[in-house]
């Protein structure tokens, strides 16, 4: 056992305490469910200390840690995807306050509802002198009625809010409920926190795990803490089934292995090692380089069955868009990037069907790489050539004191002629003259070519190409 699993145990099993104040029955059956709970409620953190990931708000000296250990919260509003612990955390200052802790959910909770938790609020402050902390999950989930009824309440300073969302909170927040709490931003949980998480669980499971296993889970978390841990425990109850029916593992430990992963993930790892990783990319990118679906097909079939990371390929797509056909076909890029959103939107395995989308329109797109030439070409004489000063008609003149400097003077609107261009300097006069991009004569760039023409930029420089 690791010891990020080993030392977690410790503190789990020391942090149990059955209710010995009630019956034996209330005491076994609390001690059932809680074997039952899902591995995440089970792992859910009793101490700062075991919160793995967000350093940035919880490690020592950090602001969000030392509001929780002064027990001097204000309102908050906790801003980040699934799983990254917006629920632990808000659960874990409960169990540090000297306050009361309520929760409520958005989902299923109501105007009225919010009414007799204030009224609560208030009479346990008048008669104890006890304030409140309220827990609101899904919070971008409450309408405005019930987010204003909360405001009085929140502005007083008798409740104090804990809100946890996953969208936006700009966009789905009231403004003035937001402005009296402080936001902070949870971030996906990284490869070394996802990894500390599951050998936690490993441990509270009683299982041993592959490296290979862990490895995959943590990869096909993508950061989502829950989403891990979930399918640990599905890995976990296949194992230890597997093991069940083995009448000569008897005494043995039940170990997740590679297989268990995939099952549980309903995926297969990557069937190849590293360098065929990069040789498989590379025959993909070349393929719709050369303008071939099917082989462009044939190898994105290849990547996605051996479980390689859709959101690698779309970026690899969009990328491919602008480096191999550019302005030849502008629409392969609003193609690659849209395939890019559905990966994420949709996910797999619809979206495996807006990747081949993407890749028959790329492969079968006109090829241009002068974009990527002009680039190249522009960064060298950026990098070398003279001092880069922007000429003085170009600059800006809408502040104060500019135009006693000269700045704008002189220059031409293009919208004042009747062709929407006139001939004007906008570079530096040391590379004044050099061209970067000529288009191609293919596909669209062929009608970029001619406007250039019209406006007679493109016989400029043409022997002193960059």
Not at 112 to 123: I, S
Not at 222 to 250: C, F, N
Request: with cysteine; glycine share 8%; charged share 25%.
């Amino acid at each position: 056992m690791s010891y990020c699993g080993a030392l977690f145990l410790r503190r789990w099993v020391a942090g149990y305490r059955p209710d010995v104040s009630g019956n034996l029955f209330t005491s076994a059956a609390t001690e059932r469910l809680a074997r039952r709970a899902p591995l995440a409620d089970r792992l859910r953190p009793t101490q700062l200390d075991d919160v793995v990931g967000q350093e940035h708000l919880l490690g020592p000296g950090r602001p969000l840690r030392r509001l929780i250990e002064a027990d001097r919260l204000s309102s908050v509003v906790l801003w980040g995807p699934p799983g990254t612990g917006k629920t632990s955390l808000a659960r874990l200052i409960a169990r540090i306050t000297a306050q009361e802790f309520t929760e409520i959910s958005a989902v299923n909770a109501s105007v009225k509802d919010v009414r007799e938790l204030v009224a609560a609020a208030q009479a346990r402050l008048g008669e104890r002198d006890v304030g409140t902390i309220l827990f609101l999950d899904e919070v971008h989930r409450f309408n405005k009625a019930q987010q204003d009824a909360l405001l009085p309440s929140v502005e007083s300073g008798l409740l104090v809010l804990i809100g946890a969302t996953t969208e936006n909170p700009f966009f789905e927040v009231n403004a003035p409920l937001l402005s009296r709490s402080t936001l902070f931003r949870l971030e996906p949980l990284g490869p070394e926190a996802l990894r500390c998480l599951l050998e936690r669980g490993v441990a509270v499971e009683a299982v041993e795990a592959d490296d290979d296993a862990l490895d995959l889970l943590v990869d096909r978390a993508a950061g989502d803490g829950r989403h891990g841990l979930t399918s640990l425990e599905v890995a976990a109850a296949l194992a230890a089934g597997r093991l069940a029916e083995d009448p000569e593992a008897a005494g043995s430990v039940a170990r997740v292995t590679l297989a268990d992963a995939e099952a549980a993930l309903s995926t297969k790892a990557l069937r190849y090692g590293r360098d065929a990783h990069y040789d498989v990319i590379s025959a993909f990118i070349k393929s719709i380089r050369g303008s071939d679906p099917d082989a462009g097909l044939y190898w994105l079939a290849r990547m996605l069955d051996a479980g390689e990371d859709a959101r690698f390929i779309a970026r690899r797509l969009v990328i491919l868009a602008s480096e191999d056909v550019g302005m030849a076909d502008p629409m392969g890029l609003v193609v690659a990037d849209a395939a890019a959103r559905a990966v994420e939107f949709v996910g797999l395995p619809e979206a495996k069907l807006n990747l081949a989308q993407a890749v028959v329109h790329l492969a079968t797109a006109p090829k241009s790489n002068r974009v990527t030439i002009a680039l190249g070409a522009a960064e060298g004489d950026a990098r070398v050539a003279g001092t880069g000063e922007v000429p003085m008609h170009l600059r800006d003149a809408h502040y104060r004191g500019a135009a006693q400097l000269g700045h704008g003077e002189g220059y031409d609107f293009p919208h004042d002629h009747p062709e929407g261009w006139v001939e004007q300097r906008h570079r530096p006069m040391e590379v004044d003259g050099r061209r970067y991009y000529d288009p191609s004569p293919h596909g669209f760039e062929r009608e970029v070519a001619e406007r250039m023409r019209s406006t007679n930029r493109s016989e400029e420089g043409s022997d002193d190409r960059g």
